[in-house]
């Protein structure tokens, strides 16, 4: 029974992987409150132009399609114009949907945003001569998100900045920007890791079912496109990504395996003191990253070898390339191999 509870959660595992793309994410429902600024003005002398407070208290869904984040809001909306002694106040259903493609730095997402609001009267107007009787106004913009969830403390919250102005009615434009904030029950909400695959068909999940028992899975990181500029040791986002993916699995299949190990290599241009230090510290980037994935420390373990091992002990461009690399070696324990196989899914994707 809990070999098929395996092989079940395997293959859901298997189906959502192959639908993301290279990009992180949430995904889940959330509550929110915004209150901002609108303005109204006007290309008609009849038409009353004035400033006030617009406030809106709603639910969303968030999701994440490929590179773009989608939230869908639905609320509550009340929008408060003054002007003079004269208040138009309108109070509307408001749907809202939020479309994020572009980081412009760690936890802040850009993106288009469309409003569609109902109402009884959305005119935004107060007097015969002006435009009335609309029940639905458009608004367009922009939304930026800042993600306290990507902290170290990872705080359920998200920080909402919009900005838009309707389309519907030429004769006036209505304008607001907004702050707001949404918080993620953990119970309703879950994050998304990158991965870069996009189909695993049925037939090849079988078949990796059916493979024998093995002792490991072993792997060079140039194999999969992870490469270290010279004389550093960073993981670019990419790299990361695929690490995040390997934790994720191994914590699932937590008991198929024994440990994981991460020897460092360079080749033999510069000191030898030098070299050990840099093969050490790429084998630990890579442990840092399992590590912030929940993996446990003691079940990691890093070797720095540096040009003491060379694959090709010869002295040209070819032997040095071949000879820089990072292996990356997963034991097993027990004779069940899902977390292995679920692992090959990824990294051929990579190749």
Request: no cysteine; glycine share 6%; net charge positive.
């Amino acid at each position: 029974m809990k070999d098929y509870f395996k092989r079940y959660l395997r293959m859901i595992l298997l189906t959502l992987l192959s639908f993301r793309a290279v990009a992180e994410g949430h995904q889940g429902a959330y509550l929110g409150y915004n209150f901002g600024l609108i303005n109204k003005t006007s290309n008609k002398g009849s038409e009353t132009r004035g400033s006030g407070f617009s406030t809106r208290f709603y639910v969303g869904l968030a999701h994440q399609h490929k590179k773009w984040d989608l939230d869908l809001e639905m609320g509550y909306r009340i929008d408060k114009i003054i002007h003079n002694i004269l208040n138009i106040q309108t109070n509307s259903f408001s749907l809202d949907l939020n479309a994020r493609r572009f980081e412009l730095m760690p936890m802040l997402t850009i993106g288009p945003k469309l409003t569609l609001l109902k109402g009884e009267d959305m005119s935004y107007s107060d007097v015969v001569g002006g435009v009335q009787g609309k029940s639905i106004a458009l608004f367009a913009g922009v939304s930026l998100k800042y993600d306290l969830r990507e902290m170290k403390r990872k705080l359920p919250f998200r920080i909402d900045l919009s900005a838009t102005t309707d389309l519907n009615i030429g004769s006036r434009q209505v304008s607001s920007i907004t702050l707001g904030v949404n918080w993620f029950p953990p119970f309703l909400s879950r994050k998304i890791e990158a991965v870069e695959i996009e189909e695993v068909k049925s037939p090849a999940v079988e078949v990796m079912a059916k493979r024998p028992a093995r002792e490991g899975i072993k792997f060079d990181l140039k194999s999969i496109g992870i490469n270290f500029e010279v004389a550093r040791w960073d993981l670019d986002q990419r790299a990361k990504s695929i690490f995040k993916n390997i934790a994720s699995v191994l914590q699932i299949y937590s008991d198929e395996w024994q440990n994981v190990t991460v020897n460092g290599h360079t080749d033999k241009m510069g000191e030898d003191d030098e070299n050990l230090v840099l093969s050490q510290k790429r084998a630990d980037a890579v442990k840092l990253i399992l590590m912030a994935n929940g993996l446990q420390e003691e079940r990691v373990e890093t070797k720095g070898f540096g040009s003491a091992m060379p694959l090709i002990d010869e002295v040209s461009v070819e032997a040095y390339s071949k000879n820089r690399r990072v292996e990356f070696n997963i034991i097993t324990k027990s004779a069940s191999q899902d977390s292995l196989d679920t692992i090959d899914a990824i990294l051929e994707k990579y190749k």
